[in-house]
C-alpha cells in the first residue's frame, strides 16, 4: 500500500501560485514534525519547510514569505501553498515524515513535479 502521495503539481508562470497536497496511510497525528523537500535537476535533495502538530512551521530562507506549510490531521494530510512562484522553486516535490531526522525519514513517495517557466 502506498502511504505518501504527493500531487498538486503542474506548470506554472513565474508569480504564480500552487497547492501540493501529501495524502498519507498513517496517522500523521503520531509525526510530530513532518516537512517538505524538494530536488531540482541535478540537485540534492533540501528541507523546504516543517510543520508540528501545534501549528509551529519552519521555512527554508529562500521560501520564507512565499509558502506556507499546514497540515489536516483528520484526513492525514500536510499541505504546501506556493504564492509568488520563481524559476529557482522547479523541482519534484516530497513530503516526509519526520523532518527531524537528518535528511528526512528514509521513506518517499513519487513526489510531484513542480516546474515553474514563461
Known amino acids: 500500500q502506498v502511504q505518501l502521495v504527493e500531487s498538486g503539481g503542474g506548470l506554472v508562470q513565474p508569480g504564480g501560485s500552487l497547492r501540493l497536497s501529501c495524502k498519507t496511510s498513517?496517522?500523521?497525528?503520531?509525526?510530530?514534525?513532518m516537512g517538505w523537500y524538494r530536488q531540482a535537476p541535478g540537485k540534492a535533495r533540501e528541507l523546504v519547510a516543517t510543520?508540528?502538530?501545534?501549528?509551529?512551521?519552519n521555512y527554508a530562507n529562500s521560501v520564507k514569505g512565499r509558502f506556507t506549510i499546514s497540515r489536516d490531521n483528520p484526513q492525514n494530510t500536510v499541505y504546501l501553498q506556493m504564492n509568488n512562484l520563481k524559476l529557482e522553486d522547479t523541482a519534484v516535490y516530497y513530503c516526509n515524515l519526520d523532518a527531524t531526522a537528518s535528511g528526512g525519514m528514509d521513506y518517499w513517495g513519487k513526489g510531484t513535479l513542480v516546474t515553474v517557466s514563461s
Open positions: 510543520t508540528t502538530n501545534d501549528g509551529v512551521t
Open positions: 498513517w496517522s500523521i497525528a503520531s509525526f510530530n514534525n
